[in-house]
Structure formats: C-alpha cells, structure tokens
C-alpha cells in the first residue's frame, strides 16, 4: 500500500496563502488519482481537489479561483496551493491516493487555520 505524509499546514489570516505537500512512499507505481479532502469541526469530510489520470483537475465550488492542485509525479508529490484563504477554509486538510487493486489510502492529515 502507499503511505501519504502531508506538510505544509499552519495558522495564517484571511487573505493569506499556504501551500501544502503530500509525500508518496511505498506502492506509487500503481497510483492512479490523487487528491484532497478536509474536514472541519463538527462537519463531514468533503473533497476540495483532486487530479484525475495524472492530468484532470477538478476543484469544489468552494475553492474555484483560490485553490490549485498539481501532482509531480518524478519526486511523488501532491501539492495544494491555497491563496485568498478564508476563515471557512479552516480545517483538517487530508491527501489520498488510488490504486486500482488496493483502493484508497490516506494521509493523517494537517491542519489549517484560517483566523485574524
């Protein structure tokens, strides 16, 4: 299976941006898509991003404009580049990656928060 190790996240103010990582070891060969989740208190996890057969790109309504997703598959990473954030966009941020033979597997997350 592939292990995901996310970094990048912190406190920043509205307005500000953050860029997060997400380091792939172990199984990649087989990676197909890869992408983001997050999770806020109290509320269920919801995509935000994602790269679909290593090109296609799809982003929440939420993010569209603010958020760009891009994959560097020589150096097996996953980055989220977050500008314009806001107090909404708090959260924990979570990559996965999908294997056609072994399914998904996820990071164990970073925070992000977004507060003045």
């Known amino acids: 299976q592939v292990q995901l190790v996310e970094s990048g996240g912190g406190s920043v103010q509205p307005g500000g941006s953050l860029r997060l990582s997400c380091a792939a070891s172990?199984?990649?060969?087989?990676?197909?898509?890869m992408g983001w989740y997050r999770q806020a208190p109290g509320k269920q996890r919801e995509p935000v991003a994602s790269?679909?057969?290593?090109?296609?790109?799809n982003y929440a309504d939420s993010v569209k404009g603010r958020f760009t997703i891009s994959r560097n598959s020589a150096k097996n990473t996953l980055n989220l580049q977050m500008n314009s954030l806001k107090p909404e966009d708090t959260a924990v941020y979570y990559c996965?990656?999908?294997?056609?033979?072994?399914?998904?597997?996820w990071g164990q997350g970073t925070q992000v928060t977004v507060s003045s």
């Open positions: 996965y990656a999908d294997q056609p033979s072994r399914g998904r597997s």
């Open positions: 172990g199984s990649i060969l087989s990676i197909n898509d």
């Open positions: 790269i679909i057969s290593g090109y296609r790109t």
